[in-house]
Every structure is written in structure tokens, then in C-alpha cells.
């Protein structure tokens, strides 16, 4: 049948072709074809395939795996449409109800490895997409009236309307970016007399642009817009099982290692997007190539990146993607084109160097006052791999180091600000309490199918045995929290804050089809991505857990964000808190005089202004969690403009200054990019006003003792 259907192709028409060649020429068609087809339907598959082996992996590995039933769909279904639409501006009404009536089949098709609803999906958005671009195009050269009273309301969660309700929506949208741009300019210009719609107009199209290049963004994603709404319909299967769950691209995984890591391959420079969504540098990290280079400062856009003879436009991806294109480990070069504050562009080349992540650096500091009080930093318990891939000289050591440095300086008492660490490495933690506590259990770790094992301090002696405050807040999670358990357990610190995370989970990263294996093995080929995995949780000594509860501070200082929830209990797959029953040997210290020092410290709240600002601005925040209106009427919104930034905080007048420990005293002098760094974290440090409230609080405990 096939040879006959050949023969009409003018090639196989030619009379001095045998039948033997025509066949054999046939036969090589056919393999083609198949060869074609299998190709197309091994693409085809690959997105209900990865699908199929996360949650086979889960099934096996995750600490506590959910059953893939119509619970589990209905979860992938609401963080999918989070990803794809957080905020309400592309999916109607009428999209929501049509999809959710596919939405229970998405467990079965998982399963058996169909992606019907992930292609009704894709369909319906790439509609959606096309449709917003051309809306916007609409707006572009036609001047909006910001003299009439109108008003955006910012939702806390999308609500979607009908297709008029999203055209007048988006219209707002552009007319607060364009008002938002408007006003953020010079103090000159914001403080002269309002102009007219005219001058409105040109920040207008700078709006619609940034909204387009966000739509272009979709589509320059790596393998097309189709791939961007699978990764986000696989990332929303992991999340399914628990908040902290992960599917990781790659580059993900090598963008993940690195902000974890102390020291890391690195061009130097930190990104942000702008107003205009442009990616700008905001920070050089001193030292670095970047840094080194003189040609780069904070401001510069980056527009394009050429590596290994391949060009990447950085006009219009997303700060996740040029994020993790930049610290993919096989770009060891790059040229940037960078356009500078005064509009002219220019190319650099640079060459990735070892650089120390300054975000996750230890730093300590001397408070000299009444009482000349030490003061670390951790931002993270990070670790540190050599050559041989072991971990060695992470936190833990550098904790050690620093605090026989500061011990040399005669300090009454140490403060260790653990604010806004989000945890890392369990070990460090565990390492890190041992140095405060003399031996013991430290907590209790707890992995699938295992026993609970017991976490001890393994080596004697401590090296700091002072008085020691602990500040937290709500960013205080996972390894942070056990390590502040450990110590407020013990009675060997005061813990001074807010309630913390409330996160006990502890993940690891595995191959996608680590179902396969009985032990994980981190590196393999075959598998076209990575998962961040739950495989364990960690308790007290006394087995209980702090998870979505979080540790309770032992003196509490109002925030900002007090109204707000914004910890592990706000998520709606956070695992429940439960119990282990382990037997432990831990032996706390005398009681601290907590009483007293919480009575002292509520009248130092009372009396100090900053906090009466702080609860207000709390109360603020609060009253505007489920909408804010902002209004529309340029005049309006530059009073709103005008007001004081909610998250800032007035500066603090601090009975004490701050100096680099004598070891660093004179490399600061002499190291500009050393320099730079210490002086800006004690201008920090000056400003801090719960630094101050935990210097007079460890004041009057060395007073009481």
C-alpha cells in the first residue's frame, strides 16, 4: 500500500529506479516516519511522564506522602492557577468553571501518564495571553484620564471577573504603574506642581512595555510558552505534598546549590527588577569581578548576554530565569551589554571567580557602651565544599572562630541576631548549639519508616558561656528554629522577638526518578530534572514539635507584620504537627530571670515611640490584609505617594556605637571592599531598634545577675 502511495511522489517516479531500490528507498521512508513519530510523541510525553515520576518518587520518599485522589487534584489545581494568574489578569470567570470541571480527572491522568487537563489548560491560557497582548497594544499612544476618581483594588487572592471586568482591570493596572513610576522619580519632581495627563502619558507606554516584554517573557522561557505552563503545573504537583517540595529545572538546582553555599561561582553583581521591569544590577559585591571591573555600577540595565557563541536577550525573561542563567555552572564567561543611568550602552566581558555569598556571611561586631556587648550576624547555617565534596569550615566553624575573637575583647554578653535566616544545614545547627552547651541531646530528628534518632552534642565543653540573647522574627525558620529550641530548652539564652516560622521540615534534593532507587543518589543523567524533597521532620529534646506553631520568644517585641500571617500555618499543604516519643539525656541550667526581664522590657516598649509607630503601622496592615484600595486620581494618589513608607522603621537612638572587632580594624582600613561592607553593617547596626531593646535587656540581665 505504502509503495503505491510512492509512486505519486515524483522522486519515485523515476523509470530507472528498480523495484528492489524503490523498495529499499521505502523501507527507509517508513523508518523515517517512525522514527519521526516516535520523537514527536517522546516530546509529547515528556511533561505526563515527569508528572508520573514525581509523584512515584514522592510516593516513596516524601516523610509523610498525600494519596494522588481528588484532595491531591484539588490542591494541584489552586497553586497552578496561582502560578499561572496570581493576580486575576488573564483567566476569566467563565476559564475558572470550565477548567474546574476538568480539574478532578488530574489524578487519574497522572497516573496513567495523560495531560488532558495540562493541555486544555495551556490552550485556554495561550488564548488568554494573546488576547492581553493585544489589549495592550490598545493602550499604547492613547493618553488615560488621571483627573477622574478612580480606584484599583489590590486583592490578597485573584478574583476573577468577566472579559469586561478584565479589560477595565487591566486599564487600572496601567494607569497605577504609570502613576507608581510617575511619582517615584526625583524629589524635585515629585514635590512640584502636579502636571497635566500629557506628562502622564510617556510613563503610560513605559507601563504597557513592561507588561508586554512579562508577556514575552512566557514565551522566550526555555522550550516556549508550552514549557513554562508545564514547569508550573509540575512545580504545583510538588507543592501538593508540602509548601517546601520543589520540582527544580537544572539550572534551578545550580541557582539553589549556590544561594546555599558560602563561597560560589559568580559574576559579582545582585539583580532586581525595576519599575519598568528591566533587570537593573542593585548591588556589587565587593571584591567580585564585577567589582573589580570599575566599568559596572548599581543602576545599569542589563540588556543582553552573549556566552559560548549564543546571544540571550535580557529585555524580557524573568528574574527567576536570568537569575538562574547566571549562575548555570557551565557559564564561566560571558559579554554583558549594559545600558548606564545616562542612556548610553556599552559591552563588558567577565569572568566567573570564587565569591563569597556575602547574603549567607557570618559577621560580628562591638557594641561599646555601659556594657561592651559582642553582636554576630547569621543569615543562614550555610556550608562550605571543597574539592573533595565534603563539607567542612561552614557556619558552625565560623561561629567558633568568631566567638574566640570576640571573647579576646572583654565582652559582658553576646546578642546573635537570627532574624530572617530561613535555616540550611541541620548539622550546622547541631554543630553550632554544641559550642553553648556543655553535652546532650540538642533535639530529635525523624525520617520515613525510621525510628527517631536522637541529635546529641558530640563534644564536650563549650566555648562561650556568657550571657547570650537570641533575636527572631517571623523569617526565623527550619535549622534556626532547632538551634533556638536547643539553647531556650537549656535555659542557656534569651530568646527576644517574635514568634518564629513555625517550619520543623527537612528537605534534600533527588533525581526525579529516585523511585527507582532504595538509596538516593544525587547525581543522575537519566532524569530530566531534580525534586527538592520533604524526607524528615526534627522535634525538641522533649519530642514535641514547633511545626506551623513556631517557638514562642521569650520576650516578644512588636512588628510590622504581627497582624500578618506569613508563617508555615498560613500555607494550605503545611504538614501538621505531631509528636515523637524518644528518650533523651539533656541538662538545662538554672531558670533565667525571664519575669523580670519581660517586665522591664514592656516598659521600655511603652516608652518608646518607634513602637507606638510599628503597632500602628500593624494595625494599618491588618485593616488593608484582604484588599487596599489605591486610588487612581493622580492628585489623591501623590498624597498617598507622599506618605512614609509602611515598612520602614525610624531610625533608633542607641545608647551604644559600633566597631569592628580589633582583629578587622585595620584590614577595614586598608581593603576598600572589606571597608565598605563592615561600614554599611554598622550604620545598619546603629539604626537597628530591636538591637537596641536587646542591648538593654541584656543590660539589665547582667545586672540582675
Not at 517516479?13 to 521505502?26: A, E, F, G, V, W
Not at 537569575?323 to 556599552?346: M, P, Q, Y
Not at 500555618?569 to 533565667?592: C, G, H, I, Q, W
Request: charge should be positive.
Amino acid at each position: 500500500m505504502l509503495l503505491k502511495l510512492t509512486n505519486k511522489i515524483p522522486f519515485f517516479k523515476d523509470k530507472y529506479l528498480s523495484k528492489q531500490c524503490k523498495c529499499q528507498l521505502t523501507a527507509l521512508l517508513i523508518v523515517c516516519l517512525l522514527i519521526f513519530t516516535h520523537s514527536g510523541q517522546a516530546q509529547k510525553t515528556s511533561y505526563q511522564k515527569q508528572a508520573y515520576m514525581l509523584t512515584k518518587t514522592a510516593a516513596k520518599h516524601h516523610y509523610k506522602p498525600r494519596p494522588v485522589d481528588s484532595v491531591f487534584s484539588h490542591l494541584v489545581f489552586q497553586k497552578f492557577i496561582s502560578h499561572l494568574d496570581p493576580d486575576g489578569l488573564y483567566f476569566t470567570k467563565k476559564d475558572i468553571q470550565h477548567l474546574q470541571r476538568a480539574k478532578n480527572a488530574i489524578a487519574d491522568e497522572i497516573k496513567n501518564e495523560r495531560k488532558d487537563f495540562l493541555d486544555l489548560t495551556t490552550q485556554i491560557y495561550t488564548q488568554k495571553i494573546e488576547f492581553v497582548d493585544s489589549l495592550l497594544h490598545t493602550f499604547k499612544d492613547t493618553p488615560f484620564n488621571y483627573n477622574v476618581n478612580d480606584t484599583l483594588v489590590l486583592y490578597d487572592k485573584a478574583r476573577h471577573t468577566d472579559k469586561q471586568g478584565l479589560m477595565k482591570r487591566w486599564k487600572k493596572m496601567i494607569k497605577y504603574y504609570a502613576l507608581t513610576a510617575y511619582f517615584d522619580q526625583t524629589d524635585s519632581v515629585i514635590n512640584s506642581e502636579i502636571s497635566g495627563n500629557k506628562h502622564l502619558s510617556a510613563f503610560q507606554n513605559r507601563a504597557v512595555d513592561r507588561w508586554l516584554c512579562n508577556l514575552k517573557s512566557k514565551y522566550n522561557h526555555e522550550g516556549g510558552l508550552e514549557a513554562y505552563i508545564a514547569s508550573r503545573y509540575l512545580k504545583s504537583i510538588a507543592s501538593a505534598y508540602d509548601p517546601h517540595s520543589s520540582y527544580f529545572s537544572h539550572t534551578e538546582e545550580q541557582a539553589f546549590n549556590a544561594s546555599i553555599s558560602k563561597r560560589s561561582l559568580s559574576f559579582g553583581f545582585q539583580l532586581i527588577k525595576n519599575d519598568f521591569g528591566e533587570l537593573e544590577i542593585n548591588t556589587l559585591i565587593p571584591g567580585s569581578p564585577a567589582w573589580n571591573s570599575n566599568a559596572l555600577n548599581e543602576g545599569d540595565v542589563l540588556l543582553n548576554v552573549s556566552t559560548a557563541g549564543k546571544s540571550k536577550d535580557f529585555t524580557c525573561i524573568s528574574y527567576r530565569e536570568a537569575v538562574s542563567f547566571l549562575k548555570a555552572e557551565d557559564i564561566e564567561k560571558a559579554e554583558f551589554t549594559v545600558r548606564k543611568k545616562n542612556g548610553k550602552e556599552f559591552k563588558i566581558a567577565l569572568r566567573k571567580a570564587k565569591t563569597e555569598v556575602q547574603q549567607n556571611l557570618i559577621s560580628s561586631f562591638l557594641l561599646k557602651g555601659p556594657k561592651n556587648l559582642g553582636y554576630i550576624y547569621l543569615p543562614t547555617f550555610y556550608t562550605h565544599t571543597n574539592n573533595q565534596n565534603t563539607f567542612s569550615g561552614g557556619s558552625a566553624d565560623d561561629m567558633a572562630r568568631e566567638l574566640i575573637r570576640l571573647k579576646r575583647e572583654d565582652i559582658s554578653g553576646l546578642i546573635i541576631d537570627l532574624r530572617n535566616n530561613g535555616g540550611g544545614a541541620i548539622k550546622e545547627a547541631v554543630l553550632m548549639a554544641g559550642l553553648f552547651i556543655n553535652h546532650g541531646a540538642l533535639g530529635i530528628v525523624k525520617t520515613r519508616d525510621e525510628d527517631p534518632q536522637t541529635l546529641k552534642d558530640m563534644n564536650r565543653g563549650t566555648i562561650y558561656r556568657a550571657p547570650l540573647i537570641i533575636l527572631v522574627n517571623k523569617f526565623t525558620a527550619s535549622a534556626a528554629e532547632l538551634f533556638i529550641a536547643a539553647l531556650q530548652d537549656y535555659n542557656r539564652a534569651i530568646i527576644i522577638g517574635s514568634q518564629t516560622n513555625g517550619k520543623s521540615s527537612m528537605q534534600t534534593i533527588m533525581p526525579l526518578n529516585a523511585y527507582k532507587q532504595d538509596v538516593i543518589v544525587d547525581k543522575n543523567n537519566d532524569t530530566p530534572a531534580s525534586l527538592k524533597l520533604t524526607i524528615g521532620a526534627f522535634y525538641r529534646v522533649d519530642g514535641s514539635s514547633f511545626q506551623k506553631g513556631g517557638i514562642r520568644p521569650d520576650i516578644s517585641l512588636p512588628t510590622i507584620y504581627d497582624s500578618l500571617n506569613i508563617s508555615e500555618s498560613a500555607y494550605l499543604t503545611a504538614l501538621e504537627p505531631d509528636s515523637v516519643n524518644k528518650k533523651t539525656y539533656f541538662y538545662p541550667s538554672r531558670p533565667l530571670p525571664i519575669k523580670e526581664l519581660q517586665a522591664l522590657s514592656k516598659k521600655y516598649v511603652r516608652n518608646d515611640t518607634t513602637f507606638n509607630i510599628i503597632k500602628q503601622r500593624s494595625n494599618f496592615l491588618s485593616e488593608k490584609n484582604t484588599n487596599y484600595s489605591i486610588p487612581l486620581n493622580q492628585q489623591k494618589f501623590n498624597s498617598l505617594f507622599q506618605q512614609n513608607n509602611l515598612f520602614e522603621i525610624p531610625d533608633a537612638n542607641v545608647p551604644f556605637t559600633v566597631e569592628n572587632p580589633s582583629y578587622l580594624k585595620g584590614m577595614s582600613s586598608v581593603h576598600d571592599a572589606t571597608k565598605e561592607i563592615y561600614e554599611d553593617n554598622m550604620n545598619e547596626i546603629q539604626r537597628d531598634i530591636y538591637i537596641k531593646q536587646a542591648y538593654l535587656i541584656m543590660r539589665d540581665y547582667i545586672n540582675l545577675k
